[in-house]
């Protein structure tokens, strides 16, 4: 959650129903952070025994594939990094402290992007930049890389 939205929440708890990882191949996990609980699927639980037990309990590893199903969009973050991109102290996004965003939602290359890989385009949310050398406000849509930082326009 921390990586995504590159805000740190000292406050931020997580929970996972008890399940057998021997048995279990998928679960929900919730992770609570910013004081709104965001859900974990975990897939294709594997346990890889060790071979050593107590009796009743065989020691071994845990491996799983975690999706974040959404996530947050922290305004000072995004606002942030778009000053830096843009060479400018003068950014605003139309949007809350924060907002919760499912990741079904429309991903496609952004614009004027030559990067390979996965990108979150937010529909609803306009971002603009003073662009000092055209001496203009320039507006430009939400788009975020997978990882959580906005694309350059």
Known sequence: MTRFAHRLDPAAR???PAFDPGRTTTVTCTVTYLGEGYDYVLRD???QGT?????????GTVSYKADLTAGPIIRDQVESVLRYQNSTEYTACDMPEHV???FDSTRRRPSGSSVV???IY???I???YLDSKARAVKAIPLELY???APIHP
């Open 14 to 16: 997580s929970s996972c």
């Open 45 to 47: 639980i594997k346990f």
């Open 51 to 59: 071979g050593l037990t107590n009796g009743r309990t065989e020691q």
């Open 100 to 102: 919760r965003f499912g």
């Open 117 to 119: 890989g996965e990108w």
């Open 122 to 124: 937010v529909p609803g």
């Open 126 to 128: 306009s971002c603009r």
């Open 146 to 148: 997978d990882w959580g």
